[in-house]
């Protein structure tokens, strides 16, 4: 067990502390663990249980996270630990994110925060990200290792689904360059049912944060998911914020469903519901709307949105 970051829980009465990472906030008695699974009380303390530990890391391009306006074209070193805030039926990463019965720690192995700048560097990356499942529930780890991070001359990136309290990105805002959030939905009614969380507001509010007081790169993903999120009111209401929260610059990536888990009974995305997307996206006056997870749609690559010209083709993961 680690110590967790005393700035960001609260000692209570009767031995209780209060998770201040994530917007669950968790309340715990004395041996309790959060709802992530992954931070107990013990003795009226609060503690990591997955600090130096991951399910697994890889070297990627950039374009997998998505970003696709940061560094394109680089390799970003990727990590991700188990559990997770959110309970999203069709999640793919269930296997480390679904650990409510409880904690497993038998796909865990170690990597300190300085190990996993060395494996970057090794490994020929220019960054490293925290992605695979949310990394705010692995905070004091990756606070220590983008502080190793941007002293070695890598970049950082946090892939998450936004549920970070500001008290907690405002502390490894120095040290993080790039925020990637997944926006699934815009209404309370279907981020429960994506996500398993109510208090979907804080998301676009912990968006705005990070943009426009700390100053990060931002971009956001929406995975269309047929019958759940796919409204015209709701595709309508995301671009109309993004355009006037976060700018007209703000890339946003439509990405296509493919059924999984408890959602194996949902068809794929259709193409043409993907393309409405897009066009509500670009209708709202954002420049940057991309299609994803649609290997060679002209969708991927980035124009010039005053003359049109190419500026970027992209296949795949390739540019």
């Known amino acids: ?7 960001l829980y609260d000692e209570l009465s009767g031995g209780r502390v209060r998770c201040r990472v994530c917007e669950v906030r ?6 309790d663990n959060g709802f992530c699974r992954t931070r107990l009380n013990r003795g009226g303390k609060l503690f990591s249980l997955i600090y130096g530990k991951t399910s697994g890391s890889a070297a990627d391009p950039i374009e997998k996270k998505p970003l696709y306006h940061f560094h394109p074209g680089t390799q970003v070193y990727s990590s991700g630990t188990l559990g997770c805030n959110f309970h999203c039926p069709g999640c793919q990463n269930w296997h480390i994110s679904h650990d409510r019965p409880g904690f497993n720690t038998s796909h865990l192995h170690d990597l300190s925060p300085a190990q996993s700048v060395l494996s970057a560097i090794q490994s020929g990356c220019q960054g490293i990200a925290w992605t695979y499942n949310d990394p705010s529930i692995w905070f004091e780890h990756t606070l220590d290792a983008a502080i190793h991070a941007k ?4 970049y950082t990136v946090y892939v998450t689904n936004g549920y970070s309290t500001p008290e907690a990105l405002d502390k490894i805002a120095p040290y993080l360059d790039a925020f ?3 926006l699934k939905a815009f209404s309370r009614n279907s981020y429960r049912k994506i996500s398993g969380i109510g208090k979907w ?4 509010r912990i968006a705005e944060h990070a943009r426009n007081k700390l100053g990060m790169h931002i971009e956001l993903v929406t995975n269309v998911t047929p019958t759940l999120n796919d409204s015209q009111e709701e595709l309508s209401a995301m671009a109309s914020w993004i355009r006037t929260a976060l700018g007209a610059g703000t890339p946003w ?12 009974h949902l068809p ?4 043409s519901t993907l393309e409405r997307a897009y066009e509500t996206g670009r209708s709202a006056g954002l420049h940057y709307v ?4 649609v290997a060679g749609h002209l969708g991927q690559d980035t124009h010039c949105p005053d003359c049109g010209h190419l500026l970027i083709r992209r296949y795949g993961y390739s540019t």
């Open 201 to 204: 507001e804080s998301i676009p």
């Open 26 to 31: 968790c309340v715990l008695k004395e041996g």
């Open 1 to 7: 067990m680690h110590p967790a970051d005393p700035d």
């Open 253 to 264: 990536h439509i990405t296509r469903f493919f059924p999984h888990l408890d959602l194996a």
């Open 268 to 271: 794929p995305t259709p193409l």
């Open 180 to 182: 990637r959030v997944d």
């Open 151 to 154: 002293k070695a001359g890598l």
């Open 290 to 293: 991309y299609i994803g997870n």
